[in-house]
C-alpha cells in the first residue's frame, strides 16, 4: 500500500487541472490513505453476477473503490476483468448484484446516463474516429458538459462561441497535460499507437470524469511509452483526485501504481487488497501468475493464459 497522505502536485511540465466536481461526497465511512478530491464518491460493488446462458462470468463479486485511489482489477484471460468493466460503464446489465457511485445505482442504467454521473472509460482497442484532429477528438469529450443548444451553436450566437472558447482553451490544458499539445493538428488516426492511446486517455479526461475505467492503458507500448503512461496515470489520481479503475496485464505497472488490487480467477473475486500482499496470495500465486510464488518478491510477467 502506498505511504499517505499523498500530495497532490501536478505531474511535472503540466498545468494545474481543474478538480473534478459532482453532486456525491466521500461515503462517510470511506476512510482511507489517500485523500480524495471534494466530489469523488466510492464505487461500491456489491455480489456482482452476471451470467451469459451458461456461463457466469462474474460469481458474487464485491469490492470498494476508495475516493481518489487507483484500484485494480487483474486475472488471468477469461476472469471476467471487461465483463466487470462492461458492467460498470452500463454496456452489459449485471444478472444481479449492485454497482453504487456515491448515492446512485449504476446497475440498469444505459451508458450515456452512467456517463453523464461522471464516469468515463477508454477501450482495451482503439475506438478513436478515424479522420478528427487530436484537438477535435478531445473536444468530442467535452460534449457531454456542453450547454449552447443546437440553434445557439448553428447561429453562433455569442453565448455558444463564449462556450466554445471555453472548451478549447480547457482542451489546450488537458492537452498539455497529457503531452498531446505537439500533436493537437494532426489526425489522431495517424498518430503512432502509444500516441492514440493517450489521445483516448485524453478524451476520457475531458469529460471532467470523477471515475475514469483504463482497459489495459499500456498494452501494446513500447517500454518508455509504458513508463510515460504509468506516470501520467499516476499524475492524473494525484492531481485530480479522480478515482481510477485500472484492468491491465503488465504486472509492473500494476504493482506500482495500484492502491489496491482485486484478483478474479474463472468470474470469483479470488483476493484482494494492498499489491504487496496480493502478489504473495497463494491463491493468486497458484491461478495467475504461475506454478511456482516469484523468488525475489516481484511477480512475474507470465502465468496461465497470461498475454
Ligand atoms: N458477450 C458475451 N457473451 C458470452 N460470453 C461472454 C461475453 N463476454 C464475455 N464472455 C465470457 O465471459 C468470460 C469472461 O470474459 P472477459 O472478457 O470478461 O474476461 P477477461 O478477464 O476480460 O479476459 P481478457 O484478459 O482475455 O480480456 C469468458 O469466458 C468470456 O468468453
Known sequence: MRGAPRSRR????????????????????????????????????????????GLTALDDVSFTVRPGSVHAVIGPNGAGK????????????????????????????????????????????????????????????????????????????????????????????????????????????ALPYGLQKLVELGRALCTEPRLLLLDEPVAGMTSAARRRTAALVA????????????????????????????VLDFGRRIAGGAPEAVQRDPEVVRAYLGEAAPEDGGAPAAGRGHR
Do not use: K, W
Open 10 to 53: 501536478p505531474p511535472p511540465g503540466s498545468r494545474c487541472p481543474e478538480p473534478p466536481s459532482g453532486p456525491d461526497g466521500p461515503a462517510a465511512d470511506a476512510a482511507g490513505p489517500v485523500p480524495a478530491a471534494p466530489g469523488v464518491p466510492e464505487l461500491r460493488v456489491t455480489g456482482l453476477t452476471v451470467r451469459f446462458a
Open 82 to 189: 471487461s465483463t466487470c468493466f462492461n458492467v460498470l460503464s452500463g454496456v452489459y446489465r449485471a444478472t444481479s448484484g449492485s454497482v453504487r457511485l456515491g448515492g446512485h445505482e449504476l446497475t440498469g442504467l444505459p451508458p450515456h446516463r452512467i456517463a453523464g454521473l461522471g464516469v468515463a472509460r477508454t477501450f482495451q482497442n482503439l475506438a478513436l474516429p478515424p479522420y478528427a484532429t487530436v484537438s477535435d477528438t478531445l473536444m468530442l469529450g467535452r460534449h457531454r458538459l456542453t450547454r449552447a443548444g443546437f440553434l445557439a451553436a448553428g447561429l453562433r450566437l455569442p453565448s455558444a462561441a463564449r462556450e466554445e472558447a471555453r472548451h478549447g482553451a480547457r482542451v489546450r490544458e488537458i492537452a498539455a497535460f497529457t503531452g498531446l499539445e505537439p500533436y493537437l493538428d494532426h489526425p489522431a488516426g
Open 235 to 262: 499524475g492524473i489520481r494525484d492531481s485530480l483526485g479522480i478515482s481510477i479503475v485500472l484492468v491491465e496485464h503488465d504486472m509492473g505497472v500494476v504493482m506500482r501504481l495500484a492502491d489496491e488490487v482485486t
